[in-house]
């Protein structure tokens, strides 16, 4: 029951993250489609995929700003901008058009993204318990609907822009007119802003990192690496993604209930041990089924390191620095987003995709020991204990 009041508490922030969700499982469904069309290669390809980080990590420095500006319709606003740009990445053939819509793609994703982020941080300090966990689960469910939907979409023939237009008309008719939250703005002590607090920032940026670069690759390679190296067809390979999005739903929700009870460096050892098993053995499969069943373990553990550690920061920083905070320590996670297509892409080409799996395994592992240093500086009592 703790969940659904969680999800209750969270309801304006978590449609938006159903939104995102949605639209980004949609995209990863269509990605073997989209690569044909653009008629490259694996290296390239995760070069062009830099167009939606380049994007992300700009508005991470944006967002403060545009938060400011749009007030309590921000997450309304960014939300339909961002279901317009979606059009454009399966309506384009030219290798050189598709980096530049990703990149306005990953602007208007960037900016809802940490809006929502601070939206959910800020219910958070108000109702006093832990709500980030619930909020990223829709994330989860809209991305779970949207690839399930994209392999459906995709035997029966429908084009990429078809079926993200499908998407945009739910999103925009369902879940943009309920998103309208007043923001909680903390005021500035007297004393001054302090000096900023790098540390947390730095150490709650690195777990975020480690669990959104290792979600960024597989979510982009997993349909790839069922059809081409197990040979899958178009709906197996859509079932990649969609175990990933609905393992991390179950974890995210289960998560929120384990949030309120233990230490989140508890938690996040050991689903970054879970995690990186799952990745294991999604990269040595022998048949599609083997490798859907691994990206679902994996995408049990990595479905919590982020959160909590977005959340981790919202709670270990001054109210008033919360919103910028959140911001750059988005900035650190998000520019995994920089270097896993990259990577992906060119350990690919070299070695394969079993190898390029297996790398993914040990960078999502590196969540472990940073939160254990994180969790030294931890006030006593931060943790999220059950109402």
Known sequence: MSVLNAVRLAAAPSRAFAALGGFWGCFAGYVPEIKAGLDVGDGTFGLLLLGSATGLVSAMWLAPAVDRALGARAMQV???????????????????????????????????????????????????????????????????????????????????????LTVGVLVTAVLVPRM???????????????????LPVLLCGGVVLSAFMTEAATEAWSALHIERTLGGRAAEGALGPAMLGLTMAIGRFGGQAVAERLKEVQ????ASALAASGALVAAWAVAPWMAQAGFGLF????????????????????????????????????????????????????????VAFTLVAVLVAAAAPLAVVLSLRQPAGASQRAA
Do not use: C, Q
């Open 78 to 164: 960014l939300a339909v901008l961002f279901a317009a740009v979606w059009l454009l990445p399966g309506s384009v053939g030219s290798p050189a058009l598709f980096f530049a819509v990703l990149l306005l793609v990953g602007l208007t994703s960037g900016l809802l993204d940490v809006v929502m982020n601070a939206r959910t941080s800020e219910l958070e300090a108000v109702h006093g318990r832990s709500l980030m966990n619930a909020a990223h689960a829709m994330f989860s469910v809209g991305y779970t609907l949207g690839a399930v939907w994209a392999g459906l979409a995709r035997e029966m023939g429908l084009p990429a822009v078809a079926a993200l």
């Open 180 to 198: 309208h939250l007043v923001p909680v703005r903390a005021p500035v002590p007297a004393s001054g802003r302090g000096a900023w607090p790098v």
């Open 267 to 270: 938690v996040v050892v050991a």
């Open 299 to 354: 995408g049990l553990g990595v479905s919590v390191i982020g959160p909590m550690g977005l959340a981790l920061v919202g709670k270990l920083v001054a109210p008033h620095w919360r919103t910028e905070a959140i911001s750059k320590a988005a900035v650190m996670g998000f520019s995994g987003f920089f270097f896993a297509p990259v990577v992906m892409g060119l350990v690919s080409e070299a070695a394969g995709l079993r």
